[in-house]
């Protein structure tokens, strides 16, 4: 079956980075974009961007240009979202989601939290 | 940038009751990129429909979705007390690819 395990909680202080990894089984990794969303406590879901696992390429929300980056490692099925200059805004869970043919985010991590503080 | 809302921000229904749940966009979406989310407190979301009106794999029947254009909305038929949750929509575009959800619909026990 589809699972996406991430890595656990961080703590981070301000204008640090953290990356976060979400490791794929029960499917062809470099067949679907993996998509990262995130959602602070009692807020939506916010989307941060996508990659595809097969060429690495990227693309990003517009809020987070120049401060998140997207990878991969094909060897192990595993993708990562690093979020540099952190603040206390970006408190949040992170998800990574598996981006379907239909437009859609088919299945998704645990997530994991990220606080930010001081 | 299209914008999503959903209304009502709180539904308050009792277990059997019909629940529907209304996200509008601020410009025609296309139906095939039209999805809709279950969320329960800590839980990562679910996806229930894609395509604006197919259902996800072992979604029970009692989920239906609808709509066109830039009003969709998701109906579920007899409330369970599993259905208690946070819904949302969301749309994709494809040229740049990027995903817009709505700030979603608390359906709680009334």
């Known amino acids: 079956q589809v699972q996406l395990v991430q890595s656990g909680a961080e703590v981070k202080k301000p204008g640090a980075s953290v990356k976060v990894s979400c490791k794929a089984s029960?499917?062809?990794?470099?067949?679907?974009?993996i998509n990262w969303v995130r959602q602070a406590t009692g807020q939506g879901l916010e989307w941060m961007g996508w990659m595809n696992p097969n060429s690495g390429n990227t693309g990003y929300a517009q809020k987070f240009q120049g401060r998140v980056t997207m990878t991969r490692n094909t060897s192990i099925s595993t993708a990562y979202m690093e979020l540099s200059s952190l603040r206390s805004e970006d408190t949040a869970v992170y998800y990574c989601?598996?981006?379907?043919?239909?437009?859609?985010?088919?299945?998704w991590g645990q997530g994991t939290l990220v606080t930010v503080s001081s | 940038e299209i914008v999503l809302t959903q209304s009502p921000g709180t539904l308050s229904l009792s277990p059997g009751e019909r629940a529907t749940l209304s996200c509008r966009a601020s410009q025609s979406v296309s139906s095939s990129y039209l999805a809709w989310y279950q969320q329960k407190p800590g839980q990562a979301p679910r996806l229930l429909i894609y395509?604006?009106?197919s259902r996800a794999t072992g979604i029970p029947d009692r989920f239906s979705g609808s709509g066109s254009g830039t009003d969709f909305t998701l109906t579920i038929s007899r409330l369970e007390p599993e259905d208690f949750a946070v819904y949302y929509c969301q749309q994709y575009g494809s040229s740049p690819p990027i995903f817009t959800f709505g700030p979603g619909t608390k359906v709680d026990i009334k």
């Open positions: 029960g499917y062809t990794f470099t067949s679907y974009d």
């Open positions: 989601a598996r981006g379907s043919s239909y437009g859609d985010l088919d299945y």
């Open positions: 395509g604006a009106s």
